[in-house]
Structures are given as structure tokens and as C-alpha cells.
């Protein structure tokens, strides 16, 4: 195994539908422009009201991914 470093970044994610889809939304458009990700932390979950109801579904993730030395 070969040393490495790895970069972590935050992102929110959001969904009208679940927290987990909001994570899922977060990764997926990440992983559009990063490449080798590694690990996703979810850090907090919470929702954004409207009218007393639920508009948003809002998840904080923590993404790793191998950073490359240019």
C-alpha cells in the first residue's frame, strides 16, 4: 500500500423527498466533476419549512476523495 492524501470537501445535498436522497443528490453531483471519492459522512440533517410544511429536505456531507499532486 502506497502512501496517500485525501482532500475532504462539504457539501449540502437536498430533496424534496427524503434526507437520504438529498445525500444521494450530493454524491452523485460530485462525483460528476471528482474523481476517486472515498467516503461520505453524513454531519447534520435538517429541513427547510415553508407555509408549516416541509419544502426540503437538507443533508450536510463530508466527501473524501484522493487528492493528486500536481
Do not use: C, H, P
Not at 8 to 27: D, F, H, Q, R
Not at 39 to 57: F, H, P, S
Amino acid at each position: 500500500m502506497t502512501d496517500s492524501t485525501y482532500k475532504i470537501i462539504e457539501l449540502v445535498g437536498t430533496s424534496s423527498s427524503s434526507w437520504e436522497s438529498a445525500a444521494k443528490n450530493a454524491v452523485e453531483t460530485a462525483s460528476k466533476t471528482l474523481k476517486d471519492l472515498r467516503v461520505a459522512e453524513i454531519t447534520k440533517l435538517d429541513m427547510k419549512i415553508e407555509d408549516g410544511e416541509v419544502a426540503a429536505y437538507r443533508t450536510k456531507v463530508n466527501l473524501s476523495f484522493k487528492y493528486e499532486s500536481q
